[in-house]
């Protein structure tokens, strides 16, 4: 198979969200905390009738519909998520309701889980099984879908959730450069979920930071030398059009380009001109531990990498900003940003992907972009995630109603027994709501 890669995808995110202004505000944090520290706008959470299953359930039913995939055509399911509902039985195991029905049970595959990397994980499986001597012929079809929670204290404003489906195939408008592909592994306490009766997460946010651009520098580094193996000149920011980022909060992500802009002064690399390198001199000499730590070279980074950051990242940070991390989706989504923002113009361009999952798992990757052709091109995935559409049709809680949700949702963790209100007033026709949990722990879902 050639040009294997994305054909389609889909988001979906639930309707309910809190502004950051808001919620700033009523945690008593200083002003400008959550919108410009973090660099975050607003935030999506699930309420009682919404989980990471009833998202995937909506957003792959949705997928098959709009570009007319037959549910006999998917040979190959995978699930990314770090939401755990149950330590069994996969979430792929609920969405097989939508292919049984249709007589199709021959799908390989099942959920991955690290952190905000099982997406990732995922996504390199299917494409892997397309280019592999034991594909069928048919498409793969990658899940990542998360709720993403925190403890009340500095962390819970980076909670988000969403679901994406991304459908993969060969001839695709969004195809893989394989070789081109970097990865860092290691074993690091920074975000971690030991406590199986809770769904929040144990986190050293200062620490994940630092975890994060160390993973970073290592990806891009890897990725780097491949390239110039292969390419046998080298690369640098210059070489891409744009740099998506896994997106816990949009701070990180700013650090996170002017970091690499700091690796390609340090490799002497072409894209830093003779004004910036004079600028970074002073940082030449840094070891690596006092670079992660320098506020001054965060600052100066960030200036120089002012210009190209508008240019190369900003189109990409529209849904993480408004939505949150939504973890395993997160990178995904701002992937969609980019493609909500440009569509069409994308033709031609290389764009650099970076996920990044906590624990540790990262990979960097590159993807190739050119119009495709109907219902499979750049233009029609645009409009059918409809992303202006969703996010505009929202529903604002006031922050007294978030917190009694998150209570109501902590209570519910592992719970049994019960039904939900089943006040599906705020979802759009066609998404797909927990009504029950019986004494069984069997979970039932019905559709708008
Ligand atoms: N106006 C503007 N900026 C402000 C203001 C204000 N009033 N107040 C604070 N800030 C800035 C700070 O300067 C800081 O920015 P900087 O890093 O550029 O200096 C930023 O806001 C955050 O404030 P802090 O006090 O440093 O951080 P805090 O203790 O509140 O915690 C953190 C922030 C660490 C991001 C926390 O929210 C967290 O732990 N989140 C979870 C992160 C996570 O889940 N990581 C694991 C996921 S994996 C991964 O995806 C990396």
Same mark, same amino acid.
């Not at 007589?103 to 690290?114: H, K, L």
């Not at 049709?393 to 902590?410: A, I, N, Q, W, Y």
């Given at each position: 198979a050639k040009n294997v890669g994305i054909l389609a995808m889909d988001i979906y995110f639930p309707p309910t969200c809190i502004q950051q202004e808001v919620l700033e505000a009523h945690d008593g944090a200083s002003k400008g905390k959550y919108t410009i520290g973090l660099g975050q706008d607003c935030m999506a959470f699930c309420?009682?009738?919404?989980?990471?299953?009833?998202?995937?359930?909506?957003?792959? !039913?949705?997928?098959?519909?709009?570009?007319?995939?037959?549910?006999?055509q998917i040979g190959r399911l995978e699930v990314g998520s770090e939401t755990v509902i149950d330590k069994s039985k996969s979430i792929k195991t @609920?969405?097989?309701?939508?292919?049984?029905?249709?007589?199709?049970? +021959?799908?390989?595959?099942? +959920?991955?889980?690290?952190?905000?990397?099982?997406? !990732?994980a995922a996504l390199l499986n299917c494409?892997? /099984?397309?280019? $592999?001597?034991? /594909? +069928?012929?048919r498409y793969g079809l990658v899940v990542c879908t998360d709720s993403a929670v925190y403890a009340e204290g500095p962390a819970r404003p980076t909670g988000g959730a969403a679901a994406i489906a991304i459908l993969i195939g060969p001839d695709a408008p969004i195809s893989f450069e394989s070789k081109v592909r970097g990865s860092h592994m290691a074993h690091v306490y920074d975000f971690y979920k030991p406590n199986l009766a809770s769904e929040y997460p144990v986190v050293d946010g200062k620490l994940s930071q630092t975890c994060y651009l160390i993973a970073l520098d290592s990806c891009y580094k890897q990725m780097c030398n491949k390239y110039e193996k292969l390419e046998g000149k080298q690369f640098s920011l210059s070489d891409a059009d744009y740099f998506v980022f896994h997106s816990p909060y949009n701070k990180l992500?700013?650090? $996170?380009?002017?970091?690499?802009?700091?690796?390609?002064?340090?490799?002497?690399?072409?894209s830093i001109d003779e004004a910036a390198k004079e600028k970074l001199a002073p940082f030449l000499t840094l070891s690596g531990d006092e670079s992660y730590q320098s506020r001054d070279l965060e600052k100066v980074t960030q200036q120089l990498a002012k210009s190209l950051y508008d240019a190369k990242v900003q189109p990409t940070t529209l849904i993480p900003k408004q939505v949150g991390n939504m973890y395993t989706a997160s990178l995904y989504a701002a992937f969609a940003s980019l493609l909500h923002n440009k569509n069409s113009a994308l033709v031609g361009k290389r764009v650099i992907l970076f996920s990044y999952g906590s624990g540790s798992s990262a990979t960097m990757f590159s993807l190739q972009l050119r119009e495709g052709q109907h219902p499979f091109s750049l233009s029609n995935i645009a409009n059918v995630m409809d992303v202006a559409r969703k996010l505009k049709?929202? =529903?604002? @809680?006031?922050?007294?109603?978030?917190?009694? !949700?998150? =209570?109501?949702?902590?209570q519910r963790y592992g719970a049994k027994d019960f039904v939900t209100s089943q006040?599906?007033?705020?979802?759009?026709?066609? !998404?797909?709501?927990l009504t029950e949990v019986d004494s069984k722990y069997r979970r039932f879902y019905a559709k708008k």
């Open positions: 309420t009682e009738v919404e989980d990471v299953i009833s998202m995937s359930l909506t957003v792959v !039913t949705s997928l098959l519909e709009k570009y007319g995939v037959d549910p006999k @609920f969405l097989m309701g939508i292919f049984e029905k249709c007589g199709n049970t +021959d799908i390989e595959g099942v +959920d991955s889980t690290n952190a905000c990397y099982g997406g !990732t494409v892997n /099984w397309v280019e $592999s001597s034991s /594909w +069928d012929g992500v700013q650090k $996170s380009f002017a970091r690499l802009l700091y690796d390609d002064f340090l490799r002497n690399a072409s049709s929202r =529903h604002e @809680f006031p922050p007294e109603k978030f917190v009694e !949700t998150m =209570h109501l949702m902590e006040d599906i007033s705020l979802l759009s026709p066609g !998404t797909y709501y």
